[in-house]
């Protein structure tokens, strides 16, 4: 039984494929909607359509990182589709505190975790306006602030993910775009077992 109906709705969704991402894109297509999945797994996207349904779902392969690339995106969907949601789920993690977390680090969670989601903003809103409006949110997590042991640049990321959300929902309540943030604690997804497994062996389940 459906939980709600987005019938006619379009939503786009970063990071789709695989975890949380992929467990909203089920969940939209199940209450109706039509799903536009951007992530950079062209392999694991095509399979997620097929088990999705084609006349259901669509793969845009993207780098939410790449600020043009992004834009092409969106201006290929809003051709031919309103874009109504939009989900900023794509994302890295990073262990290290302040001392070891080098530049380079520092770099690629920034690229992504933040520049991504602001890149799907620039992107989206924009047309979010001309279509009359819509709804916005974004993945952020309990590191946020709840000062996690070992995630100073990802505890980093998804602060300034939630200050992005709080700015977003001021500047456009006038034009009807909604616009929410979840801080979820861990969720063992295959990509966080998989990364806590390497980074901490024989620690999947601890809270570590």
Sequence with gaps: MSQFSLLGKHAVVT??????GNSIARTFVENKAYVH?????ENQGQSVIE???????SFHFCDVSDQAKVHNVFQSIAKDH??????????IANIGKVENTTEDDLDRVYAVNIKGVYNCLHACISIMKSNGGGVILNMASIAASAGLPDRFAYSMSKGAVVSMTLSVAQD???????????????I?????????????????KENV
Excluded: M, Q, W
């Excluded at 088990?51 to 779902?57: C, E, H, I, N």
């Excluded at 456009?172 to 861990?186: F, K, Q, T, V």
């Design 51 to 57: 088990s999705l349904g084609s006349d259901k779902a």
């Design 15 to 20: 990071g789709g494929c695989s975890g949380i």
């Design 37 to 41: 999945i951007l992530d950079l797994d």
């Design 188 to 204: 063992h997804t295959p990509f966080v077992d998989g990364f806590i497994s390497k980074n901490y062996p024989g620690k999947e």
């Design 172 to 186: 456009y309540l006038g034009d009807n775009i909604r616009c929410n943030s979840i801080s979820p604690a861990r």
């Design 82 to 91: 309103p874009v109504d949601i939009l989900v900023n789920n794509a994302g």
